[in-house]
C-alpha cells in the first residue's frame, strides 16, 4: 500500500522566519511527487518534483526532491501570515494514481 | 479560481435522500477525479475518469455512484449515505494521462453533512 508520511503535523512560526517542511513517501512505481497549499477549501497547486536534487522555485517557496532517499521538503523563506495554511504532499504512483499525506498546518503569527 | 466548479457548496442531507453532487471543468482536461476529505483523515481518492471511462475506484461503498457523460462533467449521486460519509468532496481534473504526469487542479468543494 502506498504510504505518505509528512511532518511535522502542525507548527507554529512568527513573520519572518523561515519553515522546512518534510514529506517521505513509499509508493510501488513513483511517478511524481506534488505539493499543495490548503487554506480553505480547495488545494492549490504549488511544485511538482520528478527529478531528483532539482530545486524549484517560487517566490519565498522552494522545494527539492530526494528519490532515493524517498523524501522531499519544501522551504518558506520570510514567512507572513497569508502562508497559513495546511501544505499537502502527494505522490503519484505508476498507475496514476495520487496518494496523500495528513498535510503539515502551519499557522504564521504577526 | 482554478477552472473546476463544484455545486452545490453546501448540502445537508438525511440518510434517506438521494442527491447528487456536480462538478464541471473548463481546462480542456481528460481526467476527473473525486476525492473525500474528512476531519483529520487524508484525502482520499474515490473515483478516477479517464476519457470518460472510469479508470479507478478505490473500494468506494455502493452508495456512492460516480457518473462522467463527458469529460468536462463528472457527478457523484448519492444515496442512503451514513453519518460518517459526512466530509468534504473534492472533485479535480488534470491533463489526461497517456504516458505523461500533469498536475491536478482542483474545485472547491462541497461539504456534505448527513444527518
Known amino acids: 500500500e502506498d504510504k505518505v508520511v509528512q511532518s511535522p503535523l502542525s507548527l507554529v512560526v512568527h513573520e519572518g522566519d523561515t519553515v522546512t517542511l518534510n514529506c517521505s513517501y513509499e509508493?510501488?512505481?513513483?511517478?511524481?511527487l506534488l505539493w499543495y497549499k490548503q487554506e480553505k477549501k480547495a488545494p492549490t497547486f504549488l511544485f511538482m518534483l520528478?527529478?531528483?536534487?532539482i530545486e524549484k522555485k517560487s517566490g519565498r517557496l522552494s522545494s527539492i526532491l530526494d528519490k532515493k532517499e524517498l523524501f522531499s521538503i519544501l522551504n518558506i523563506t520570510a514567512t507572513q501570515t497569508g502562508d497559513s495554511a495546511v501544505y499537502l504532499c502527494?505522490?503519484?504512483?505508476?498507475?496514476?494514481?495520487?496518494?496523500f499525506g495528513a498535510g503539515t498546518t502551519v499557522t504564521v503569527r504577526a | 479560481e482554478t477552472g473546476v466548479t463544484q455545486t452545490p457548496r453546501h448540502l445537508v442531507m438525511g440518510m434517506t435522500n438521494k442527491k447528487s453532487l456536480k462538478c464541471e471543468q473548463h481546462l480542456g482536461h481528460n481526467a476527473m477525479y473525486w476525492y473525500k476529505q474528512s476531519a483529520k483523515k487524508p484525502l482520499e481518492l474515490m473515483f478516477v475518469?479517464?476519457?470518460?471511462?472510469?479508470?479507478e475506484n478505490n473500494s468506494v461503498p455502493s452508495r456512492f455512484s460516480p457518473e462522467c457523460p463527458n469529460s468536462s462533467h463528472l457527478f457523484l449521486h448519492l444515496h442512503t449515505l451514513q453519518p460518517e460519509d459526512s466530509a468534504l468532496y473534492l472533485c479535480a481534473s488534470s491533463q489526461d494521462h497517456g504516458g505523461s504526469t500533469y498536475e491536478q487542479y482542483f474545485g472547491p468543494g462541497t461539504r456534505l453533512t448527513v444527518t
Open positions: 520528478t527529478s531528483s536534487g
Open positions: 509508493v510501488t512505481n513513483f511517478r511524481s
Open positions: 502527494a505522490v503519484e504512483s505508476g498507475d496514476y494514481k495520487l496518494s
Open positions: 475518469y479517464n476519457f470518460k471511462e472510469q479508470t
